[in-house]
C-alpha cells in the first residue's frame, strides 16, 4: 500500500532523531549528556609517560651534587623540583582513578572530569617550566655537556623536568580538545545515515517530478 506523505514525513523523522539519539556525544549547545564519551587511549599513553618520567627525574634529583648545588644557591629550587617529581606519579594515577568514579558515581560527570584535569595539568605544566627554569638560570651555562659527572647528573635533571613538562603539556592539549568536543562538539562526527539520506533524495526526486509518495 502506498503510504501518504504524513507518513512518509513521520517515517523520516524517526530515522533523524534515533540518528541523532545513537550518537555519543550529542554535542549541542545548552543540550547535552553531561556523561559525553572521553577519548582515552592517548589520555591514558600520556600519563603512563608522565609516571615514567617523574620517576626518573626524581632519581636524577637524588644523584644531584651536594657542592655544586650549595656553590649555585640552588637547594630552594632543587627541593622544588623534587617535590614535583614525587607528587606528578601520584596526580597522573589519580586523574586516571577518577575516569573509574565517574563510571560509578554518576554526580562526577565527565565535565568536572574534564574541568579538574584541565586545572591540574595546566597547574602542574606551569610548576615543572618554572623550575627548570629557575634551575638553568641560576646555573649560567657552567654545566655544559660532558663537562663533569655531577654536571652530567644535572643536566640529566634538565632533560627529564623538559620532558615531563611536554607531556604533562600534551595532557593539557588533550582537555581542551575533549572537552571542546564533548561540550560544543568541535570536531565531532558528522551525521551521516545511508537510510535517512536515500529517503530525503526520494522525497526531493518525488517532489520534484510532481508525482505523489509511494
Not at 82 to 90: D, G, I, L, Q, T
Not at 92 to 99: D, F, I, M, N, Y
Request: aromatic residues 14%; positive net charge; contains cysteine.
Amino acid at each position: 500500500m502506498a503510504k501518504s506523505l504524513g507518513e512518509r514525513l513521520t517515517t523520516l523523522k524517526t530515522i533523524s532523531v534515533n540518528k541523532f539519539n545513537s550518537l555519543r556525544p550529542p554535542p549541542t549547545v545548552g543540550s547535552f549528556d553531561r556523561h559525553f564519551h572521553i577519548d582515552k587511549q592517548a589520555r591514558f599513553a600520556t600519563r603512563f609517560f608522565e609516571v615514567l618520567v617523574g620517576i626518573a627525574s626524581w632519581y636524577f634529583i637524588g644523584k644531584l651534587s651536594d657542592p655544586l648545588i650549595a656553590d649555585h644557591e640552588l637547594w630552594p629550587t632543587v627541593r622544588y623540583t623534587w617535590f614535583c617529581a614525587v607528587f606528578s606519579p601520584v596526580v597522573s594515577v589519580a586523574l586516571v582513578g577518577q575516569h573509574f568514579i565517574s563510571c560509578l558515581a554518576k554526580s562526577w560527570s565527565s565535565i568536572k572530569v574534564l574541568i579538574l584535569e584541565i586545572i591540574v595539568d595546566a597547574f602542574i605544566t606551569f610548576a615543572w617550566l618554572v623550575c627548570l627554569i629557575t634551575l638553568g638560570s641560576k646555573m649560567s651555562g657552567d654545566c655544559p655537556p660532558n663537562s663533569s659527572p655531577e654536571c652530567n647528573m644535572f643536566n640529566w635533571v634538565l632533560a627529564w623536568g623538559s620532558f615531563s613538562v611536554l607531556f604533562w603539556f600534551a595532557s593539557v592539549v588533550w582537555d581542551v580538545k575533549s572537552f571542546l568536543k564533548g561540550v560544543w562538539g568541535w570536531g565531532g562526527e558528522r551525521l551521516n545515515d545511508t537510510e535517512m539520506d536515500a529517503e530525503i533524495r526520494r522525497m526531493s526526486r518525488n517532489a520534484g517530478s510532481g508525482r505523489r509518495w509511494r
